[in-house]
Structure formats: structure tokens, C-alpha cells
């Protein structure tokens, strides 16, 4: 299985290149030893795009995204400084795109 994201800013209508994100999945869901281990970082293209490099097995993951460096970057004020996405695995492919503005974003299993 693998994962990839891809950012579009909405207020610009342009993809969000150079947005940091990184993977991680948790280890020992559901009990009291769970942490998040990290499977990989990196940042957005010019196409708003990224795949990460890492397979995964079915669990728990989480992307991160700096989305407040990436507005400061362009001098807008936002109000989240990052966003956190949480879903599960099985099996395939999952790409799993962001929409974002300054003020709130929108996000939801891709193909």
C-alpha cells in the first residue's frame, strides 16, 4: 500500500507547492503504548503534489501539514497553523487531498 497527498490552495486557486507534510502511523492502536512513529516527511511539489516513498501496512495513520509556515511564507495570516488528517488503511492506494485557505480547510479520500 502506499500514500500521497496533494495540496490546493483555494483562495488562489493554484496547487500549494512547497507545503510541508510528513507521515507517521501508530504503533500499538488501541492500546496504552501507542506513539505515532514517523514513515516519512517531505514537502509539496510544484503540483501540489506528494508520494511517499514508504509502503504501508494496514493501521492507523496521520498526515501533517505546516500549513501556517506555508501562508506566513506568502504574508497571509491564518488561522490554523497546521492541519492533522487521521485515517485508516486496509489496502491499495490512498491518495488523500487538502483544500485550503487561511481560515479553513476541506479533505477527503481521493483516487
Known amino acids: 500500500m502506499t ?3 496533494h495540496v490546493l490552495d483555494a483562495t488562489a486557486g493554484v496547487p500549494a ?10 504503533h ?3 492500546g496504552p503504548d501507542g ?5 516519512g516527511s517531505g514537502e509539496t511539489g510544484a503540483d501540489g503534489r506528494h ?3 514508504a509502503a504501508t501496512e494496514p493501521g492507523v495513520y496521520r498526515l501533517w501539514f505546516g500549513t501556517g509556515e ?3 511564507g506568502r504574508g497571509v495570516a491564518a488561522f490554523y497553523p497546521e492541519v492533522t488528517i487521521t485515517f485508516s488503511v486496509s489496502e491499495g492506494h ?3 487531498p487538502l483544500l485550503l485557505s487561511p481560515f479553513a480547510y476541506s479533505t477527503y479520500r481521493g483516487s
Request: net charge positive.
Open 3 to 5: 500514500v500521497s497527498t
Open 17 to 26: 507547492a512547497g507545503v510541508a507534510v510528513s507521515l507517521s502511523y501508530l
Open 28 to 30: 500499538g492502536a488501541g
Open 35 to 39: 506513539a505515532w512513529v514517523p514513515a
Open 51 to 53: 508520494r511517499f516513498a
Open 70 to 72: 506555508y501562508f506566513a
Open 94 to 96: 490512498y491518495h488523500v
